[in-house]
């Protein structure tokens, strides 16, 4: 079994800065299985979407909507997946759940909530 768990959410003005962390723990043979990495988001009465995504050989993916102002990374020796939000607009407010990927299953974070307000 593996764990994830977020933290670095919060309460940011339009133009701020948010970084998001997110810790895996649990069978070391499992997190040795993980490929793809993820961050995604949702709102209430939305399906959760995919914001940026990062594969076990660092290529990456993002949302149109974040293109440009979000960037993931990764640190394998530490088993933790980082989101560096940049220019946050009102819009990002949203949960944010990290997603780990192995051939078999894919394991979720329980969130962090980001709201972007003045």
């Known amino acids: 079994q593996v764990q994830l768990v977020e933290s670095g959410g919060g309460l940011v003005q339009p133009g701020g800065s948010l970084r998001l962390s997110c810790v895996v723990s649990?069978?070391?043979?499992?997190?040795?299985?993980?490929?793809?990495m993820g961050w995604y988001r949702q709102t209430p009465g939305r399906p959760r979407e995919l914001a940026a995504q990062i594969t076990s050989g660092g290529s990456t993916n993002y949302a149109a909507s974040v293109k440009g102002r979000f960037t993931i990374s990764r640190d394998n020796a530490k088993n933790m997946v980082y989101l560096q939000m940049d220019s946050l607009k009102p819009e990002d407010t949203a949960g944010y759940y990290c997603n780990a990927k192995t051939n078999d299953y894919a394991y979720w974070g329980q969130g962090t909530q980001v709201t972007v307000s003045s």
């Open positions: 649990g069978s070391p043979f499992t997190i040795s299985k993980i490929s793809n």
